[in-house]
């Protein structure tokens, strides 16, 4: 009895220590749930990391909104989210790559907020193929031999006509 209540315990305090570390927003497939707007979250620890990541179909001030991963061809593409414990005078880079080739189908980088605060981009999908793509993001950081980290990524369709 003391094993299985001790099992239990055990299981909750994996299971409440994932929920900081969702990866919805990261390459799961999954488009993530947004009902409405939020502020800019605390950081949870001194980490350089994503936060609040949302893809969709439209901005809502600094925000994407309309949260989904699958657009028609020459839908625009919203993509916003929070960089946590970045340095003044960093800056942050999407790539837009079509998986079936992984071809870089659109770059574009631009400095991060002067506070903590949302960073959006916005790809305009006319001319692009129906088919998997993938949005990567990066940021700079300290190292000169390595001028661009990886922070996430996401996984979004182009439907058929």
């Known amino acids: 009895m003391v094993r299985n209540a001790l099992a239990t315990v055990v299981a909750c305090l994996l ?18 749930a947004r009902a409405e707007k939020k502020g800019v979250p605390e950081p949870r620890n001194a980490d350089v990391y994503e936060d609040a990541f949302v893809i969709g179909r439209a901005m809502d001030g600094d925000q994407a909104a309309d949260a989904t991963d699958s657009f028609k061809p020459g839908e625009r593409v919203c993509v916003s989210w929070v960089v946590q414990n ?72 182009i439907r058929p006509k």
Do not use: M
């Open 15 to 32: 299971l409440a220590g994932c929920r900081g570390h969702d990866t919805a927003g990261s390459g799961s497939g999954a488009a993530p």
């Open 86 to 157: 970045a340095k003044p005078g960093w800056e942050t880079r999407v790539e837009w790559t079509r998986l079936r080739d992984h071809k870089v189908v659109a770059t574009e980088k631009k400095p991060l907020p002067s506070k903590p605060g949302f960073v959006s981009f916005t790809a305009d999908t006319t001319g692009w193929e129906p088919g998997s793509y993938q949005l990567v993001k990066q940021i700079t950081g300290d190292d000169p031999n390595n001028p661009w980290r990886f922070l996430g990524s996401k996984d979004l369709t």
